[in-house]
């Protein structure tokens, strides 16, 4: 192999699209076994690599490491030339330009703040070296075994605790949290490692976790309105730097190749009235961005043997809406997906948090007198539909990141509005 990522097991990477992105043609996923890695390292077949876990480690007794890789215990890149192997890490760099991109470049924000950092392993080492060289004023690591972390990370400079009791003093100083566990990423996107209203003073949030691409950390970070950053700029900067030290020019910057992969990433969630078009709309989203199209009530029926109003006359609405939220939580756990919601899907809170994580969410907003009432038995009988409408409406707002009223007669004004940033 020329180029590519090296692991034990990866799963569903993004680093192959990620690499040809930057004009990387050649670049591949290669899976090694651990009593393999050795003879594939002393064999140097390759030019560039990159390594995650569980080897950013043991591929260090091969190289020759640069002063980043060496300070922070951990490689994650590795450069072939002249029958040497050199080892960097640019999840330093990567980690460093998602905190910028957060801030907007000002890293005097950093300096004389009060940093902690979520886990012990491999990673809370980058965030360590990236966090000291903002100049940050002191570091607290919060982790569930406070002795092994200890031993981790020997740093007599750096403070200990137990994530599950973080102390009072901790939580009223820290300005900056640094989330480096994999908790909160999918299957289990509704785990958080700290609950945030334990830290009042809090400026910023950054998770290294970019699947989902907002967790619920995130999230509650966002609804406090504080800086708050994913992993997924991380992972696309630390590829564009590695890219550099293969000697390969890139074809894009890594700012466009970010904003090209989220888009791509992101699912677009079509919530409003019953009868508002969402069906019709989503699947000429789904024509014309080239993303699966997903119907919430189909999907039901399809996980459930009954359609959603037969649910619903058979065992009443609140029953529905419990086996509801548990098909929205599964299609929530897609990407590049345009879904099509229920009606009432809003009318449980935690719907939205799910259709959020990955997805960007418009209210297709339609006048009552051309929704349609057929096969919805909730929209039925004299002044149904604007009650519900009345009920709803201040829901669908709320939930929305963008509103898009329905052109009546024009479906291409409404896929206009629909994709509009406005």
Known sequence: ??????GEKLGHSFSVPIHNAFGNPDYVLKEIPRDALAGFLKAGDFKGLNVTIPYKQDVMPFCVLDEAAAKIGAVNTLVCKEGKIFGYNTDAYGLSS??????????????????????AGGTAKTALYVLRSKKIASVTVLARDVKKAKENLNDEA??????????????LRTDIIVNTTPVGMFPKADAVPVDLSLFPNLSA???????????KLIAQAKKRNLIAANGLYMLVMQAYKAEQLFGLTSAQPGQKVYEDLKKRLENTVLIGMPGSGKTTIGKRLSQSCGKEFVDTDE?????????????????????FRVKESEVVRAVSAKTSCIIATGGGVVTVPVNMEYLKQNGTVVYLKRGTENLSSEGRPLSQGDGAIENLFRVRSPLYEAAADRIADVAEGDIDKTLSMVLSKG
């Open 205 to 215: 949030v950054f998770d290294v976790i970019y699947n989902p691409l907002t967790t």
């Open 299 to 319: 999907e039901f029926t399809k996980t459930y043997g009954i359609t959603p109003g037969e649910c619903i006359k058979a065992e009443g609405e609140k029953a």
């Open 1 to 6: 192999m020329n180029y590519g990522l090296i």
């Open 158 to 171: 750096v403070a200990f605790e137990s994530i599950t009791e973080p102390s009072q003093d901790v939580c």
């Open 98 to 119: 998602m905190m910028d991109l957060a801030y907007g470049e000002k890293n005097t924000d950093f300096i004389g703040k009060n940093a902690v950092i979520l886990g």
